[in-house]
């Protein structure tokens, strides 16, 4: 099975922009998950998406968002970006959701100028 | 896990040696964790996970022991390896969710 694939691998943007990440999970898997990765703060919880449904969200502002595709591809979007956006964000995916093994993308490495 | 910001300790290791990183978890309602091990430039690699009704679980070169009374997570890597050399990240979760909380991570460095 192919693993995990986010699009796209690298992106620079401005202050003020916006930007979409995309994100394919592993065929079947219906639990998409982003978290954010920082030196500064190490790995954080974003959202997580199961069934085109925001199940979870994490200690994040609303400039942060995402959707879920019927097909369980995912998406999210940062809105109005801050330099403190700078960072590697990774999906994860997994079957249920439910406790179990998550797989993780290789990340999209975000630098806002 | 807490945090360690930029400074991540460093465990250095000798090839062939017995690696073992410890992590404290936050949440003592946590009843799922998971190791992971990250290189650089990729995303993180699931290598073991353990469930809180058990204190131990082994897997190909790993093992993970569990000490729910002082919150305690170690990772055991038999024979370590060039290739083991990354950064490894404990992560827990609670009450059948996906959210995980990930430790600040411990470098982990093999000398050949």
């Known amino acids: 099975k192919a693993g995990v694939t986010q699009t796209p691998r690298y992106l620079i943007k401005t202050r003020g922009q916006q930007v979409t990440l995309s994100c394919s999970p592993i065929?079947?898997?219906?639990?998409v998950s982003w978290y954010q990765q920082t030196p500064g703060q190490g790995l954080q919880f974003l959202f997580e998406y199961f069934s085109e449904t925001q199940r979870n969200k994490g200690n994040f502002p609303g400039r942060f968002s995402g959707r879920q595709f019927s097909n369980s591809r995912s998406e999210m979007n940062v809105s109005t970006l801050e330099l403190g956006d700078s960072a590697l964000y990774l999906c994860a995916s997994s079957l249920m959701g439910l406790e179990e093994t998550q797989y993780f993308g290789p990340g999209t490495r975000l630098l806002v100028l | 896990g807490e945090s360690v910001g930029l400074h991540l300790p460093t465990l250095s290791v000798q090839e062939g040696d017995n690696s073992i990183i410890n992590c404290a978890y936050s949440?003592?309602?946590?009843?799922?964790f998971i190791w992971y091990k990250q290189e650089s430039g990729k995303g993180p690699q699931f290598i073991i996970d353990?469930?809180?009704?058990?204190d131990k679980r082994q897997g190909q070169r790993v093992t993970v022991l569990l000490n729910k009374t002082v919150k305690h997570l170690s990772l055991q890597i038999a024979a370590t390896q060039p290739g083991d050399s990354a950064v490894y990240f404990c992560a827990e979760t609670y009450n059948a969710g996906n959210m995980l909380t990930f430790g600040g991570g411990t470098r982990l460095m093999v000398k050949p």
């Open positions: 949440n003592s309602a946590s009843d799922y």
């Open positions: 065929s079947g898997h219906r639990s």
């Open positions: 353990i469930r809180s009704n058990m």
